[in-house]
């Protein structure tokens, strides 16, 4: 989980840059050992002159303590901390393949990623530290999918699910690729009938207009001391909030709250997308058989919610769970079922908003809209429902009226009869939501979130199931439900935590009677939807978090991610704030105010082309013109982010081994813009073009130093016209000193070229702090220093960022125009400076000019290109 950044003003240098590691981590790997020795100026006062690879390597030895030290001194009002999202299949099953417990194979795990991350002067905040698979961290996911369960939006039904035969498990939607493979292990997913835990999104789908007396706001609480004591107390405050609230209404949710979130380019309209047109809602129903309640409920969608009083029929899919699985209604819905036709069969259901029965259908279609199984059918909407109902006989009240001003009003609709349709809409959707009968404005496309895994290594789901009871939260105080030691894994089958028998059977705390534990486990998004909560506040007992850490902390400013959670773990991350925000837990509905979408550094991978099955490097024969995989098969190569399940990840030691670590963070940074993806085994190519920059930046420094150390003491007005231009170029483009050089006779003399040398330094702290850090101590050293930026003393990562000279945003009257011919530059032209965007103007400018006169006159141009970036325009002519 990447950490957050808040109130970066005036921050030091060494927070410029958060350091985030793009791909997959592995262990680490032995230093190189280098032959020879050499110094090093910051230890010994002896500058070497050319940046070796010794030098690279003691340079980064002696600094990287001292960085940690100077970022932990500097950090000020900075939270950038670091955790684990340490549950989940990956873990799991590499710790099957090692015969190895999962919980010691990801500490294990932790331990060498931490090292890593250290060993990349990546500075975190570690005592913020969480780790998602911790007791201290998941007693409190507990806490919260309780408070879900207690305001009816986390609940248990059988669905037909995804079910991925490899991993032997269930696979949420989004987790299923557009063929229909596993997002982790590749294989093609298959359908099967599961009794599964849902957390209801859909109510945080869109918003509605709140009724009178809705509970909103602080809550505000009588006076215990103990921190124990006055949890308590506001547990007790925010469970009725949670009965009343989601009663009535939620305030904002998640498509509406878009509008808040400017900067949040492109994933705010992915999500938006994936939310879907917010213009219906569902209903509940109660099924019945002659007559007779058969304890099955049913939700059903309606596009107009306005007309439900008209409704003649509900239909379902021939795919849906009553007909496969273990309701009591399937017998009688299979003995009317006959494919490819409308069948109306003998189960009714009573709609418990509106009291009214109306038959059940099962649909002759193979889809409905979206992702929906279950819609009213309601003849005054739709030509299609109206067809249906009059070849089934079917009965029904009109629900719409056209008055003389052909205005539709609702008619037959009880207290509604009327009202607009748009009146009818608003108050019957919220009337809905105060029964809790439905009324939740959503779309076709969105599901709710489906959170079982019959999987060891996850949060225990904190339920019971008594044969008395029926399913019973486990109390607040009995948490955390601890995860169980189980003797050997296998990865099959069904949940591992069925094998825990001393686990499972316990005691109803209800009544008191034999019970048995829920054996799924939860979804690590569930574990990652809030940790952004835990950072603010990581070692409270008490609490998941105190309200005033998390109103001063959050939201985050910015939040580093990839785009492929756009639409997952960003949304549950929303809607878990959304609801702990109504919950009274927090003062804000969204999580994080700015997204940085970084890319990924995508490894080269190796399936099988028919199965889909991901293959290591040394699984593959390369020796024929195409690779195929050692037991046969033919390969295919793409290169996809990198994962362990996948068998791409990147070793980024092998690359510090050889480079050094401000090589690696240059090069992450230079290979692709933050947003772009890298292409690892095509763009290493890069690698020894950022190490020679690096050493041109050393040879300027060793430059200045060794012009001041053995020439005369600088003066500035020694400089004559053309070197004063150097100078002024210099100062006006400090990448010039990289691009171009520099006399001798400037570098000795020119404040502009030490100050650019020095601020070049500055800003090359932030993302090679060790090579930055021993080029700032040697200019800090230089004789007769002319800038008061090198006198002041200090490490670089001490130092205020720069800014830029008020003169040099002066806008001048005039200015110098280069002129090329051909490609090849020929001199400058001065013109106005109001003048110098419009080609035709400068055309003229320049033809009519000395030079132009010179050069041009009697030439054919064929064409004329002025630069948008940079005073400079090229002439194309025919030689």
């Known amino acids: 989980m990447q950490g957050s950044v808040r109130r970066l003003a005036q921050y030091p240098l060494g ?148 079910w991925d035969p490899v991993d032997q498990t269930v696979l949420a939607d989004e987790q299923v690729d557009e063929n229909g493979r596993s997002w982790r292990s590749g294989a093609v997913v298959e359908q099967k009938m599961l009794k ?97 309640e058969t304890g099955e409920t049913l939700s059903a969608y309606s596009s107009s919610p306005e007309t439900v009083f008209g409704a003649a029929y509900l239909a379902i899919l021939p795919t849906h769970r009553l007909l496969y699985g273990n309701s009591s209604v399937r017998p009688t819905l299979e003995k009317a079922f006959k494919p490819g036709r409308d069948c109306l069969t003998e189960v009714t259901a009573c709609n418990l908003f509106t009291g009214l029965e109306v038959p059940l259908v099962v649909s002759h279609k193979e889809a409905f809209d979206g992702y929906l199984d279950t819609v009213i059918g309601i003849p005054d909407c739709s030509e299609e429902d109206l067809s249906i109902a009059r070849s089934l006989n079917l009965s029904w009240n009109t629900a719409l009226k056209e008055d003389d001003n052909g205005i539709q009003m609702l008619v037959n609709s009880a207290e509604f009869s009327g009202l607009t349709r748009q009146q009818g809409f608003d108050s019957i959707t919220q009337k809905a939501r105060e029964q809790k009968v439905g009324g939740h404005l959503t779309s076709p496309k969105l599901r709710d979130w489906l959170i079982s895994r019959q999987r060891y290594w996850g949060t225990p789901i904190p339920v019971v199931h008594c044969a008395s009871c029926g399913t019973v939260a486990v109390p607040e105080e009995e948490l955390p439900v601890l995860l169980p030691k189980l003797a050997s894994l296998t990865g099959k089958g069904a949940s591992p935590l069925e094998a825990a028998h001393d686990w499972v059977d316990c005691k109803c705390p209800r009544c008191k009677g034999p019970a048995r534990r829920e054996t799924d486990t939860m979804d690590t998004f569930v574990d990652s939807a809030w940790y952004y909560f835990r950072y603010t506040d990581p070692r409270n007992p008490h609490r998941p978090f105190e309200r005033q850490l998390a109103d001063h902390w959050l939201p985050v400013d910015v939040y580093i991610g990839g785009k492929e959670h756009a639409v997952m773990h960003l949304y549950y991350a929303r809607f878990l704030s959304h609801f702990c925000k109504d919950l009274g837990l927090v003062s804000h509905r969204e999580p994080f105010w700015k997204l940085l979408v970084q890319g990924l550094i995508k490894g080269q991978t190796f399936k099988l082309a028919d199965s889909g099955q991901y293959l290591k490097r040394e699984e593959i024969d390369f020796t024929g013109k195409e690779p195929v995989a050692c037991g046969g098969g033919r390969v295919e190569v793409t290169f996809e982010k990198m994962s362990k399940s996948k068998h791409n990840g990147l070793d980024p030691q092998d690359v510090v ?47 200045l130093r060794e012009v001041r150390q053995h020439g005369d003491v600088p003066i500035p007005s020694s400089l004559k016209k053309k070197e004063l231009a150097e100078a002024r ?57 002319l800038s008061d930026l090198i006198q002041r003393g200090g490490d670089v990562l001490q130092q205020q960022w720069p800014t ?42 320049v033809l009519e000019s000395p030079l ?26 025919d030689e």
Request: some cysteine; glycine content about 6%.
């Open 15 to 162: 927070v410029v840059w958060s350091g985030h590691v793009r791909g997959a981590l592995r262990g680490p790997s032995p230093c190189l050992l280098f032959p020879s020795i050499r110094t090093l100026f910051s230890e010994t006062g002896v500058w070497e002159k050319v940046y070796q690879p010794e030098t690279r390597r003691r340079v980064e030895e002696w600094w990287h303590p001292r960085i940690m030290a100077r970022w932990r001194e500097s950090a000020g009002e900075v939270l950038n901390p670091m955790g684990w999202d340490a549950f989940g299949l990956p873990a799991e099953n590499a710790a099957i393949e090692r015969g190895l417990d999962p919980e010691e194979w990801t500490k294990s795990n932790i331990q060498s990623m931490r090292e890593q991350l250290d060993s990349l002067g990546l500075c975190f905040d570690w005592d913020r530290e969480v780790t998602t698979c911790l007791p201290d961290y998941y007693r409190w996911t507990q806490y919260l999918f309780i408070k879900l369960y207690e305001a009816g939006l986390a609940y248990q039904k059988e669905a037909v699910v995804n």
């Open 196 to 292: 599964q835990w849902f957390i209801k999104t859909t109510n945080y789908a869109k918003s509605a207009e709140p009724s009178p007396g809705l509970l909103q706001g602080k809550i505000t609480l009588p006076g215990p001391n103990s921190p124990q004591e006055r949890w308590n107390v506001e547990h007790k405050h925010m469970q009725h909030i949670a009965v009343v609230f989601f009663q009535i209404h939620n305030a904002q949710p998640l498509l509406d709250a878009l509008a808040d979130l400017p900067e949040w380019y492109g994933v705010k309209a992915m999500q938006a997308n994936w939310i879907g047109e917010c213009s219906g809602c569902y209903f509940d129903f109660k099924l019945k058989v002659n007559g007779e």
């Open 657 to 703: 081994q050889q480079y050094g670590v401000d090589t690696m963070r240059l090069y992450v940074l230079y290979a692709a813009p933050p947003e772009q993806d890298i292409l690892w085994n095509v763009k290493t190519d890069a690698l020894p073009g950022v190490l020679r920059w690096q050493s041109r930046l050393w040879q300027l420094v060793t430059k």
């Open 729 to 785: 170029k210099i100062w006006e483009n400090m990448n010039y000193a990289i691009q171009e050089g520099a006399t001798a006779k400037v570098v000795q003399h020119s404040l502009e070229f030490e100050e650019a040398l020095a601020v070049l330094v500055l800003m090359t702290a932030p993302m090679a702090p060790h090579l930055s850090s021993e080029l700032w101590a040697g200019l800090c050293q230089v004789n007769n220093p």
């Open 804 to 845: 830029v000279d008020p003169k040099y945003l002066d806008v001048p009257e005039f200015v110098e125009l280069s002129v090329m011919i051909n490609n090849k530059a020929c001199g400058t032209v001065t013109i106005p400076l109001q003048a110098s965007k419009d080609l035709e103007l400068v055309r003229q400018l």
């Open 852 to 877: 132009g006169q010179k050069l041009l006159a009697g030439c054919f141009i064929k064409r004329a290109i002025l630069s948008p970036r940079t005073a400079l325009i090229n002439f194309l002519i």
